[in-house]
């Protein structure tokens, strides 16, 4: 977006009436319990969390997310304001509710979700945010349902700036951008298609690993866009989890003995003792905002 703050930043901040997209964001990463049910005795203290407790805070945000859907455009805000985020990221809300309920075991035959699942499918999308969710969407889905994967992947993979080794907001724009949310949404939306069998060129996967390393800070965390900003706990957490990725993926003859591996293990084993040291379960480190993509990140590292 082009205030320089995220789509998850700005679905997960106030007013309230952005609940169901905070609670897609929650239930993607399997976090978030509190906001799951009301009354006194909800939360159950941490300590005596059980099994059931989590199934009823998940059970409990899909039928929330359900409620909130519109027939006619999901789950994206019926007028686009600041609040909301750039318009250019249309389709991302309702591609990121799908997503949160097929992650979670919904069925995506179901009636209401089939077809929100059809109109996101369907959408001409202009932003990195909503399409990065809608690889991730349609690599979760069943083979038979998957049309569109590949082509969708050859747009992010063809929006990946060779100098920045990351996106702009908007898909095939050209401006060199160095902006570590929207490297970590492509890296995520990437590593989900490949899961599902989409070949992803090893220069993709060098190019964002290059660009995390290169812009971890000196204390080991990262910030936002690679400027003068600290290092928050959000940013950190994308990088260091971003990196396991990468680690994963770059192909084991691409690896020598010393060098990018033993860069990018050491900017990971960095990232955590700076998370460790500054871990917190009420904020995000480093800001006074974006806590649930903090909570969405840390989940994930």
Known sequence: MDTGTSTIDRIASPPSRRTAAIAAALLVGLVGLTAATAGTDWPPPAAELSDADVRQAIAAIQDGLRDQRDPERGWDPARWTSSWGSRSQVGGYSALACLALVRTGASPHAEGLAEAITQVRLAELEGIYALATRVSLLAELPPTLR?????????????????????????????ARRDNSLRQFGAMALWDAAAAGVAIPPEAWANIDGAFIEAQRPDGGWNYTQNDEPSRGSMTAAAVATLMITDEQVPATRRPATGPADARRAAIDRGIRWLGRRFRTDENPGSGAWFFYYAYSIERV
Request: no cysteine.
């Open 147 to 175: 049309t569109g994967l590949e082509a969708d992947v050859q747009r992010l993979v063809s929006s990946l700036h060779l100098e920045t080794g990351g996106w702009n907001y908007r898909i095939g724009e050209t401006r």
